[in-house]
T-cell receptor, first 111, second 114 residues
Framework: QKEVEQDPGPLSVPEGAIVSLNCTYS??????FMWYRQYSRKGPELLMY????GNKEDGRFTAQVDKSSKYISLFIRDSQPSDSATYLC???????????FGKGNQVVVIP | DAGITQSPRHKVTETGTPVTLRCHQT?????MYWYRQDPGHGLRLIHY???????DKGEVSDGYSVSRSKTEDFLLTLESATSSQTSVYFC?????????????FGEGSWLTVV
């Protein structure tokens, strides 16, 4: 079993729709959870960061962590064509300097 | 943008030749990483460094070596390139060991081995 599972998609949605992405993981010791956004032919950039369980909101983006279910989610409200990218989840342990990544989920927002 | 420069950005090389990719940072961050990204596999850690001359293997280190003689530079060497090493290579930097919110990625180096 992979440490982090993420359905690669692709996911196509009309402009203005809500995008819902998720990852599951197997290591219950993970404490730090991240979402990265990667545009075509660019490096990943940090989008959202969450420690432990709970929700975090930043503008149109909401990250949720459910440690009891080992499940994290990213929601994008009022999606825009500029949100078209690949979204990667990542997580790590306390005291560990390496990230476990999901394979990434390609999102296309259609105008 | 984090001050990370990767070079070369694109390279085509022949099987069996040595290749060195360079990562240069201007942030004075302690940790530096080399990842490769392939369809169906996502990002995989090749090697990382936690200080000058201090390096360790990642999950896909076979066929790769690294060196870090200065804080700002982290070199990835393919001693004898193979077609399976055709990939996009990303350098990343971080100044914390236990959090992921300070890891920044470079723009990538596209390597094709023919």
């Amino acid at each position: 079993q992979k440490e982090v599972e993420q359905d690669p998609g692709p996911l196509s949605v009309p402009e203005g729709a809500i995008v819902s992405l998720n990852c599951t993981y197997s290591n219950s010791a993970f404490q730090y959870f991240m979402w990265y956004r990667q545009y075509s032919r660019k490096g990943p950039e940090l989008l959202m960061y969450t420690y432990s369980s709970g929700n975090k909101e930043d503008g149109r983006f909401t990250a949720q962590v459910d440690k009891s279910s080992k499940y994290i989610s990213l929601f994008i409200r009022d999606s825009q064509p500029s949100d078209s990218a690949t979204y990667l989840c990542a997580m790590t342990l306390y005291g560990n300097n390496r990230l476990a990544f999901g394979k990434g989920n390609q999102v296309v927002v259609i105008p | 943008d984090a001050g990370i420069t990767q070079s070369p950005r694109h390279k085509v090389t022949e099987t069996g030749t040595p290749v060195t990719l360079r990562c240069h940072q201007t942030e004075n961050h302690r940790y530096m990483y080399w990842y490769r990204q392939d369809p169906g596999h996502g990002l995989r850690l090749i090697h990382y460094s936690y200080g000058v001359k201090d390096t360790d293997k990642g999950e896909v280190s076979d066929g790769y070596s690294v060196s870090r003689s200065k804080t700002e530079d982290f070199l990835l060497t393919l001693e004898s390139a193979t077609s399976s090493q055709t990939s996009v290579y990303f350098c990343a930097i971080s100044d914390h060991s236990y959090q992921g919110n300070t890891i920044y990625f470079g723009e990538g180096s596209w390597l094709t081995v023919v």
